[in-house]
């Protein structure tokens, strides 16, 4: 089972971009799905975006679209996400987590290695 550890987070104007960093331990990485999901204060915890293990295809949710990019770099065992045009409301604890199967879904009942969350704050 893979371990994830994110990094990157941090505190950021509004309009500010940050990249966030998803570190898997194991040789299997290659194989699984990568998702990043995010959870603010009160509320449920919701997919931000996602990439395949197959063919590097994303999923992206429309909140976010346009802003915020998802990559992988499997020689590194790392995906990334790179935030931009930062606002407000995307203030909150960002998990990466794995999974497997044909589609890299935004349902977190899908993913089943989570790692600790990374705090990411857009204020002024």
């Known amino acids: 089972q893979l371990q994830l550890v994110e990094s990157g987070g941090g505190l950021v104007q509004p309009g500010g971009s940050l990249r966030l960093s998803c570190a898997a331990s194991?040789?299997?990485?290659?194989?699984?799905?990568i998702g990043w999901f995010r959870q603010a204060p009160g509320k449920e915890r919701e997919g931000v975006s996602a990439?395949?293990?197959?063919?590097?295809?994303?999923n992206i949710a429309d909140s976010v679209k346009g802003r915020f990019t998802i990559s992988r770099d499997n020689p590194k065992n790392t995906v990334y996400l790179q935030m931009n045009s930062l606002k407000p409301e995307d203030t909150a604890l960002y998990y990466c987590?794995?999974?497997?199967?044909?589609?890299?879904?935004?349902?977190?009942?899908?993913?089943?290695?989570w790692g600790q969350g990374t705090q990411v704050t857009v204020s002024s």
């Open positions: 194991g040789y299997t990485f290659h194989y699984y799905n």
């Open positions: 987590a794995a999974s497997h199967g044909p589609i890299a879904t935004l349902d977190l009942l899908d993913y089943g290695s």
């Open positions: 990439i395949s293990s197959s063919d590097g295809s994303t």
